[in-house]
């Protein structure tokens, strides 16, 4: 049995009902594919659904969806769902030659960047729930003959086609675009943040993958592949598909000419007739960004288009804006650290806390007086981090800096 919703076997189907929170009527969307995801072992399932509710309220994932990012992450991110494979499954496009990951790490927070990420996650899995439904009608779409048809919305041609998919759609299709990788996406810090971003999909959208399907492959592909191997999952690497030189013939097997831009070997194309699907919407000036001196802007949340993203202009960086705005400097050396307690009189109160560094090896935490706990890793050294956190009991605070290969203190419980 594949272990998705309808397909389960007896004892499948058992184990889910046993794992809390995945009954009809408190189910989550990846519910199924978490216990699934461990081989419907039910104490590794129940642990592996405890840390992902916890991650959920962490990112605010409930919300995310109404989020909007900064603006720098909406023009230069570059990526975007497009069309739909023959099953009904969403394609997400991650275009490699414009990603200038340097440049937005340098503009932005890491955990704003993977806050980014995490929203296209729940935005793949809202067009999954909506592909799922089992309404005959009518949706945006591409006509027969790949361009956008006669619907018209805020200046932009919406085409329609007849939905009857009748079908549980629970997964996607990533098409990873390397032409143009080079030793500037080989950047240590880029590689750490892709690295914990794989980690975070592994444990909370483990089920989500249906293909990977890589294109223009070049010779530093092997080197890039073998530096974020280790964390993904053998069944992750097996979705991994590399059809070479003749990607354009191969792609079509996957996802049908109509729903695929020319640029990839269809005949999906914009109402101009750009091949590369860069659909904007035309809004007022003022509505959400910079845009591109017509006033257009990517819409939020996207419509069907692609980002090729593009190098980010250096006026976005932040990392030389507020260094001078701090009002304390300290010093900690190789070995040592820096605690700073807080006396948290009643359960409710926000801590807030912002900084920046000057090397790269400085660990970071924020702990409850009771057990060590995780630690995390910042690169306060290219743009300042900050955020808050509600504690929810009365105690002592500590928040904790130290050299990375220094342990943290015993006596303490990450919060």
């Known amino acids: 049995m594949s272990g998705q919703e309808g397909e389960l076997s007896p004892s499948q189907e058992r184990t889910l009902a046993q794992t809390p929170g995945t009954g009809p009527q408190d189910s989550t969307t990846t519910d199924c594919p978490l216990v699934a995801a461990r081989s419907f072992d039910l104490e590794k399932s129940n642990d592996m659904l405890r840390k992902h509710v916890k991650f959920r309220k962490q990112q605010d994932l409930h919300n995310i969806l109404a989020w909007q990012p900064s603006e720098v992450?909406?023009?230069?991110?570059?990526?975007?769902?497009?069309?739909?494979?023959?099953?009904?499954?969403?394609?997400?496009y991650?275009?490699?030659?414009?990603?200038?990951?340097?440049?937005?790490?340098?503009?932005?927070?890491?955990?704003?960047?993977?806050?980014?990420?995490?929203?296209?996650?729940?935005?793949?899995?809202?067009?999954?729930?909506?592909?799922?439904q089992e309404c005959p009608g009518l949706r945006p779409g591409p006509t027969s003959g790949g361009v956008w048809g006669p619907l018209t919305l805020m200046g932009?041609?919406?085409?329609?086609?007849?939905?009857?998919?009748?079908?549980?759609?629970?997964?996607?299709?990533?098409?990873?675009?390397?032409?143009?990788?080079?030793?500037?996406?080989?950047?240590?810090?880029?590689?750490?943040?892709?690295?914990?971003?794989l980690t975070a999909l592994e444990a909370n959208y483990p089920e989500m993958l249906k293909n990977i399907i890589v294109v223009r492959a070049s010779k530093l592909f092997p080197v890039a592949f073998n530096l974020i191997k280790p964390y993904i999952t053998?069944?992750?690497?097996?979705?991994?598909?590399?059809?070479?030189?003749?990607?354009?013939?191969?792609?079509?097997?996957?996802?049908?000419?109509?729903?695929?831009?020319?640029?990839?070997?269809?005949?999906?194309?914009?109402?101009?007739?750009?091949?590369?699907?860069?659909?904007?919407?035309?809004?007022?000036?003022?509505?959400?960004?910079?845009?591109?001196?017509?006033?257009?802007?990517?819409?939020?949340?996207?419509s069907p288009r692609i980002n090729y993203g593009g190098k980010v202009p250096r006026s976005y960086y932040l990392c030389n804006q507020v260094r001078v705005q701090y009002e304390h400097q300290v010093t900690v050396g190789r070995g040592s650290s820096l605690q700073v307690e807080n006396e948290?009189?009643?359960?409710?109160?926000?801590?807030?806390?912002?900084?920046?560094?000057?090397?790269?090896?400085?660990?970071?935490?924020v702990f409850l007086k009771t057990k060590t706990g995780e630690r995390q890793r910042h690169n306060t050294h290219l743009v300042p981090e900050g955020g808050s956190l509600t504690c929810l009991q009365a105690g002592v605070c500590k928040i904790y800096w130290v050299h990375w290969s220094h342990f943290p203190p015993h006596g303490g419980e990450m919060i």
């Open 94 to 132: 991650r275009i490699i030659r414009g990603l200038d990951l340097r440049g937005l790490l340098l503009s932005v927070s890491r955990q704003e960047l993977l806050r980014a990420e995490f929203q296209s996650c729940e935005l793949l899995l809202q067009e999954c729930e909506q592909q799922s």
């Open 156 to 197: 932009v041609s919406l085409p329609i086609i007849p939905l009857h998919l009748g079908k549980k759609v629970e997964k996607i299709i990533a098409v990873f675009d390397f032409e143009g990788l080079s030793q500037r996406h080989l950047w240590k810090p880029g590689v750490e943040f892709a690295q914990e971003f």
């Open 234 to 302: 053998e069944e992750m690497r097996r979705k991994v598909v590399i059809p070479g030189d003749n990607w354009k013939q191969e792609l079509p097997k996957f996802i049908s000419p109509d729903q695929l831009p020319v640029e990839f070997g269809g005949i999906m194309a914009d109402p101009d007739g750009n091949p590369k699907c860069l659909t904007k919407v035309q809004v007022p000036r003022g509505w959400g960004g910079r845009g591109d001196g017509h006033g257009l802007v990517p819409t939020h949340p996207p």
């Open 73 to 92: 992450v909406r023009l230069y991110n570059a990526n975007g769902i497009c069309g739909h494979d023959s099953e009904g499954s969403p394609v997400w």
């Open 344 to 365: 948290i009189l009643f359960p409710g109160c926000v801590l807030r806390w912002q900084f920046s560094s000057d090397e790269a090896d400085i660990g970071f935490g």
